[in-house]
């Protein structure tokens, strides 16, 4: 059986590219199931989903733990924790990351036990505008599984999309064609997985919780602070700027429309962003009367930071 894993941010196409790859293989007469897996976050928070192909009724079910490929569209999940991007990674399993950096150097830093592919990212693309990420990993790793041909790739991603018009199918199919060539170096190098057997399964270890009063932990929240240390601004991909010179001070229209409550309003009446708990939404520079606030790679805003330039968001 193959198990295949996708990990990216809402948004960026990886639900859709579990359902492209999944019909692609169905289309190829493999048995197939194809699911995200997500809770209730918007655009930038981390999710994955998954797909399992094999030639006999599949009897697993839930989350996979043991991939046998995992695709990663957004680099900068790797080192986040709850993303679970190494989750289950052994020997057996290939490592495909949309990057711009070198297979040598994503090697030295992750010291993976198997293979790592890069599907090569253009440098300095914008991530508001990789709208058809989901369709290139889909193609990638059609590729490297090795039993899916173009035809039947093209024939999925008509398929799932088909409530789009005509240009902008063409152009996933066009990108998702070119991931399919760029990986034919590696294709058929995902192996299919074992078994998964219910004898092997063994419990977790036990954890001793301590038990919080009633006053925070009973069904309705009481205590006010409850989730100030749950950082939602690591799910930015895009950040808000705020250019001061534009500000008419207008900050109720922005602090009113942020559904997190991250932005506030200094002593002299200009909004601040908690970049610990803005999580990129980008309402506010819909929102935004005088147009004083747009936005920003995160990417881009990190290495300013690290320059020693002023954070987005904050006044010089």
Known sequence: M?????????????????????????????????????????????????????????????????????????????????????????????????????????????????PVIVLPAPKGRDPSEVAFVGSECAGAAARLLGVVSASSLQAAIEQELSSMDAATVAKNVAAAHAAFERMEPHAGIVKQGGPVLATDYTSPEWADVPADEVSLSGPAIHGGATSVKVRTGLWRTMRPVIDYDLCNKCSWVCGSFCPDNAISVDAEGYPRIDLDHCKGCMICVVQCPPHAIGAVAEVDAAAQQKQGSPKHGERA
């Open 2 to 114: 193959y198990r295949i894993r996708f990990h990216g941010r809402g948004g960026q196409g990886m639900k859709t590219a579990s359902r492209i790859l999944g019909t692609a293989l169905f289309i190829e007469g493999y048995e197939v199931q194809d699911a995200p897996r997500y809770g209730a976050e918007r655009r930038g928070a981390p999710l994955f989903a998954y797909v399992r192909a094999a030639r006999e009724p599949i009897n697993e079910r839930g989350v996979i733990t043991n991939p046998d490929l995992v695709v990663v569209a957004d680099e900068t999940l790797v080192p986040v924790p709850a993303a679970g991007v190494m989750q289950g990674i052994c020997e057996g399993t290939v490592l495909l990351i949309d990057s711009a950096e070198p297979p040598e150097t994503w090697n030295e830093r992750l010291n993976a036990p198997g």
